[in-house]
């Protein structure tokens, strides 16, 4: 390992999903600055070569694919090389009272967070895609360990991830493979943006942060961190980033 800066990412590639928005885009940006060939899948087409114009270097690649459809899962496995770093960044939010929550709901959440995340990572596994020394990072949400009203079918999915964190781990290790989550608190992305919590609510929330409110380039940095050598030695770990939210809750 070199010692030089053992936070580059110089020499690997890695596919980040979700990267058309939000956390996964400036992720990408960010793993692109520390030298990594990277590898942007999202839906919308438009917003997914904006972040590909974004990306510094050259020899990057960008899959459309919707990551709850068999095919395009194929499709993906199919575009990339072989990898050194998955970020599963992908995901949607409903907030519904428990009373409240339609079965197809908690279908559509658990499907998009949870259970197409396991079978990206089933199909890269499949294909023999993931190189020894690997490192898959999930993106988990605070949300999985707070008690946030109308927040269960968001909350329950990625309370799900972070256990998938510590199996996929332990059953990866003899692979030297790494596999761990970052738990991010409130960040203003367009999730939140779009989502149908009122400006004031959102004001109020980012009020309980300690250091304030967090940004997606807060979310990148730790994974920059998880997926450079210098994190060689964790897995199996959930990093909150919450900018001290839980120190008062
Ligand atoms: N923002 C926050 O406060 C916050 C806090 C904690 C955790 N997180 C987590 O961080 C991740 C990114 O959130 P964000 O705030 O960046 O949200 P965002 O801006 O809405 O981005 C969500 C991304 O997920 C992709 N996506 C959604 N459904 C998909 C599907 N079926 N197939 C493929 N891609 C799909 C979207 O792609 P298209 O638009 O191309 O469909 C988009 O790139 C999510 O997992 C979220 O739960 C966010």
Request: charged residues 20%.
């Amino acid at each position: 390992m070199s010692q030089d800066n053992i936070f580059s990412l110089q020499g690997k590639s890695i596919l980040v999903s979700g990267a058309s928005s939000g956390i996964g885009k400036v992720i990408a940006v960010s793993l692109s600055r520390q030298g990594a060939n990277v590898l942007v899948t999202g839906r919308n087409e438009q917003r997914l070569m904006e972040t590909a114009r974004k990306l510094e270097g050259s020899g990057h690649s960008v899959i459309i694919a919707d990551i709850t459809r068999a095919y395009d899962l194929e499709k993906i496995s199919d575009k990339v090389t072989q990898l050194d770093g998955v970020v599963f960044c992908a995901g949607i939010i409903d907030y519904m009272i428990a009373k409240n929550i339609d079965m197809n709901s908690l279908d559509e959440i658990m499907t998009v967070n949870f259970k197409s995340q396991i079978a990206l990572y089933q199909k890269l596994h499949q294909n023999k895609k993931l190189n020894k020394n690997a490192s898959l990072v999930f993106i988990s949400s605070l949300a999985a360990i707070s008690a946030v009203p109308a927040t269960l079918a968001y909350a329950a999915s990625k309370a799900a991830v972070n256990s998938s964190v510590r199996i996929l781990a332990a059953e990866l290790a003899k692979s030297k493979i790494r596999v761990n989550s970052i738990s991010p608190g409130l960040i203003e992305s367009p999730l939140l943006q779009n989502s149908v919590l009122e400006r004031e609510s959102i004001q109020t929330s980012f009020s309980k942060y300690p250091l304030g409110p967090g940004k997606e380039e807060d979310v990148a940095n730790t994974a920059v961190f998880l997926l450079s050598d210098a994190s060689r030695w964790i897995t199996g770990t959930t990093i909150i980033v919450d900018g001290g939210y839980m120190l008062n809750n």
